[in-house]
């Protein structure tokens, strides 16, 4: 069975970094895509980029790139997302989500976890 | 990017009845060497990820009741819950993966009349 476990919830203060993961099993970790998509607070789905663990490569939206780091680390099964210098606007829920190949969309899901970054 | 626009944003069908959204890309979304419009649909409620409902425009995910139906071609599509059951009150997003960024939709709100 594919599961897709996050770590658990962040409270982070502005200019904090921060790396959260995503824990896979049931499957071949290396052969597939994993993505993350944002949701902020009462908003809908934003999909920041995708990472092929088998060798990094790694695509970002524009509107993520340069501003969160996306990678993984194949020898055990987890894939990350991390801020250098936290803003409360990246106050959110982050979902990891995984398609059955490139070209097709996110079928398994990880339960999410919620960066809160106050001061 | 390819933008993604629903309509409406949000609707209340009474329990039975059909519910239809409507989803239009800023392009074409349909690929011609395989004839492919790569567009999906997703559920949410809240406090969970979203569900994968729906892709390649029409193509049920495995699990998922046939009263939810996926059309459309191109640049507009509509999913459409043909008799409207209390388990199916959330939002419901469209989503391209024709071309990264893979956009969604802002989402269309689903409430019991």
């Known amino acids: 069975e594919v599961q897709l476990v996050q770590s658990g919830a962040e409270v982070k203060k502005p200019g904090e970094s921060l790396k959260i993961s995503c824990k896979a099993s049931?499957?071949?970790?290396?052969?597939?895509?994993i993505g993350w998509v944002r949701q902020m607070p009462g908003k809908g789905l934003e999909w920041m980029g995708i990472i092929y663990p088998g060798d990094s490569d790694t695509r970002y939206s524009p509107s993520f790139q340069g501003q969160v780091t996306i990678s993984a680390d194949k020898s055990i099964n987890t894939a990350y997302l991390q801020w250098s210098s936290l803003q409360a606007s990246d106050t959110a829920m982050y979902f990891c989500?995984?398609?059955?190949?490139?070209?097709?969309?996110?079928?398994?899901w990880g339960q999410g976890t919620l960066v809160t970054v106050s001061s | 990017d390819i933008v993604m626009t629903q309509s409406p944003d949000s609707l209340a069908v009474s329990l039975g009845e059909r519910a239809t959204i409507n989803c239009k890309s800023s392009?074409?979304?349909?690929?011609?060497?395989?004839?492919?419009?790569?567009l999906a649909w997703y559920q949410q409620k809240p406090g969970q990820p979203p569900k994968l409902l729906i892709y390649w425009a029409s193509t049920r995910e495995s699990g998922v009741p046939d009263r939810f139906s996926g059309s459309g071609s191109g640049t507009d599509f509509t999913l459409t819950i043909s008799s409207l059951q209390a388990a199916d009150v959330a939002v419901y997003y469209c989503q391209q993966y024709y071309a990264t960024p893979w956009t969604f939709g802002q989402g269309t709100k689903v409430e019991m009349k």
């Open positions: 392009r074409s979304v349909l690929y011609s060497s395989n004839n492919k419009n790569y």
């Open positions: 989500a995984r398609p059955q190949e490139y070209n097709l969309p996110f079928d398994y």
């Open positions: 049931g499957y071949n970790f290396a052969d597939y895509w």
